[in-house]
C-alpha cells in the first residue's frame, strides 16, 4: 500500500474552484500507478470521481462532474491533482485519494470502492455561501 497524503480542501462559495493534491509520503511513489480520487458525503457511501492511469495517462470522470473537474499527475513531482470548478453544494465530502487496480469506469464503480478498506485521512471540501 503505498502512503499518500491528500491535501487542498477548503470551505468554498457555489460556483468557486479547488484543487486538491495527492502527494506520496515520504519513501514511496506514485509513479507507474493508476490513481483514483474518491468521494464521501455525510451519510453516504464512498464513490469514484475520477482516476489516472500510470502507464498510458487514460483518465476518467464520473458524470456528475465531467466538464467541471480535471485530473493530472505530475510524476516529477510525485503527485496527482483534482482540479475542481464550479463547485456545487452537493460537491461537500471528504475527497480520497487511492492507487487503484485500473482506471475506468468498471473499476471506479461498483464492489471495488464499496469493499475498499484502505482510506487516508481525506480532505474536506465544503461547497456552501
Known amino acids: 500500500q503505498v502512503q499518500r497524503v491528500e491535501s487542498g480542501g477548503a470551505l468554498v462559495q457555489p460556483g468557486g474552484s479547488l484543487t486538491l493534491s495527492c502527494a506520496a509520503a515520504?519513501?514511496?511513489?506514485?509513479?507507474?500507478?493508476?490513481i483514483g480520487w474518491f468521494r464521501r458525503a455525510p451519510g453516504k457511501e464512498h464513490e469514484g470521481v475520477s482516476c489516472i492511469g500510470g502507464s498510458d495517462g487514460n483518465t476518467y470522470v464520473m458524470d456528475s462532474v465531467k466538464g467541471r473537474f480535471t485530473i493530472s499527475r505530475d510524476n516529477a513531482k510525485n503527485t496527482v491533482y483534482l482540479q475542481m470548478n464550479i463547485l456545487k453544494p452537493e460537491d461537500t465530502a471528504v475527497y480520497y485519494c487511492a492507487t487503484w487496480p485500473g482506471c475506468s469506469m468498471a473499476t471506479m464503480t461498483g464492489h471495488l470502492v464499496s469493499q475498499y478498506d484502505g482510506w487516508g485521512q481525506g480532505t474536506q471540501v465544503t461547497v456552501s455561501s
Open positions: 515520504s519513501g514511496f511513489t506514485l509513479d507507474y500507478y493508476d
